[in-house]
């Protein structure tokens, strides 16, 4: 039974999930609360004592259960990459939200300079 949660969870719930951090973002206390009420519904499901330490779902020495804070970081990394070496017009639309983010900032730097 174990198995066939670890499925649904990481191959039907985790899809969902993705799809929509697409379009939004979720606050720490919103994935936190999310990836809680999923953790207990596989612990249940999955038949372990409710006292399973989080780091064994988690682990992929254990279940491989994917975070949900760790997706969503993930998706925004990738986006912010492909914004970055991408060309034409989506390159200069990163440009000036650059720009307007170090005006913003009031800074003399770029907000990507190390």
């Excluded at 198995?3 to 985790?14: D, F, R, S």
């Excluded at 399973?52 to 779902?57: Q, R, Y």
């Excluded at 988690?58 to 998706?75: C, E, F, M, P, V």
């Amino acid at each position: 039974m174990d198995l066939q949660m670890k499925y649904i969870y990481n191959h039907v719930i985790i899809p969902r999930v993705d799809y929509k951090t697409q379009l939004l973002v979720w606050t720490n206390s919103q994935t936190e609360k999310l990836n809680s009420t999923c953790r207990y519904m596989f612990k249940r499901k999955a038949s372990l004592p409710l006292t399973t330490p989080n780091s064994i779902i988690h682990s992929s020495l254990g279940y491989a259960i994917k975070d949900i804070n760790t997706i969503q970081a993930q998706r925004q990394l990738s986006r912010l990459y492909n914004q970055v070496i991408s060309k034409g017009m989506m390159k200069d639309i990163f440009e000036i939200d650059c720009k307007q983010l170090q005006s913003e900032l009031l800074s003399n730097k770029s907000p990507l300079a190390t």
